[in-house]
């Protein structure tokens, strides 16, 4: 079984500045590991993955990962962000043998102008 | 990506009717799909995965005879909330899995919210 601590449930950030939104899994077993982010009354949508190769991730609206297995973290990063990037952002970790995704209880990033 | 749909999009019925829920893979054939809740400003919660010519499997704590779920093609998973009651009311996402390199990713519909007053 996995599980998924997303320690941080809000995030405010001024618009341009950097931010993190952290991540941390623990499983018994090899993981994938995702982002999702979801838009106020929307769907979830999938930022980036990580399922082998490269430990760096990058996904769409300039946003990366880093999977770091010893700490057995995902945190998610982006270097300016922009106002539209105002969301809820979910964790979720998934093994070999059961790829039904756990989900982190959500960080809600907030870039204030 | 993959796309999946998910209609309507938006739904308010009367407390005691049923409501039915269609999930859609656009670009791809989906054997497995999967029926999320989401409460307000919490995480989702898995209800049941759907196998397309097989009987959906459900989540401890979920009703199956409340939440039907029907995946007839491998296109299609409906889910039809039967006698609905206000304590329904939330919103409903659908997901289907796509295998990719070692692994599988899920996508997403859009989402249902559904208020049964």
């Known amino acids: 079984a996995q599980s998924v601590t997303q320690l941080d449930s809000q995030v405010p950030v001024f618009e341009e500045a950097p931010v993190e939104l952290r991540c941390n899994y623990s499983s018994s077993v090899s993981v994938y590991l995702f982002w999702y982010v979801q838009y106020p009354n929307q769907g979830l949508q999938l930022l980036l993955k990580y399922l082998s190769g490269s430990t760096l991730v990058k996904g769409i609206n300039g946003f990366e990962a880093e999977f770091n297995k010893s700490q057995t973290s995902f945190h998610l990063r982006k270097p300016s962000v922009h106002i539209s990037d105002t969301a809820e952002y979910f964790c979720a970790v998934s093994g070999r043998g059961s790829y039904i995704p756990t989900f982190g209880r959500g960080t809600s990033l907030i870039v204030h102008p | 990506g993959a796309v999946v749909s998910q209609h309507p999009s938006r739904v308010i019925c009367k407390s005691g009717t049923s409501v039915k829920i269609e999930c859609r893979s656009l670009?791809?054939?989906?054997?497995?799909m999967f029926w999320y809740r989401q409460f307000p400003k919490q995480s989702l919660m898995l209800m049941a995965t759907?196998?397309?010519?097989?009987?959906?499997?459900?989540e401890q704590g979920v009703e199956k005879d409340k939440f039907l779920i029907n995946h007839a093609s491998l296109t299609l998973s409906t889910l039809t909330v039967t006698s609905a009651h206000p304590e329904d009311s939330s919103f409903y996402i659908c997901s289907a899995r796509v295998r990719e390199g070692p692994g599988e990713t899920q996508y997403f519909g859009p989402g249902t919210r559904l208020l049964v007053l």
């Open positions: 759907s196998n397309e010519g097989s009987k959906a499997t459900y």
């Open positions: 670009d791809f054939q989906a054997t497995t």
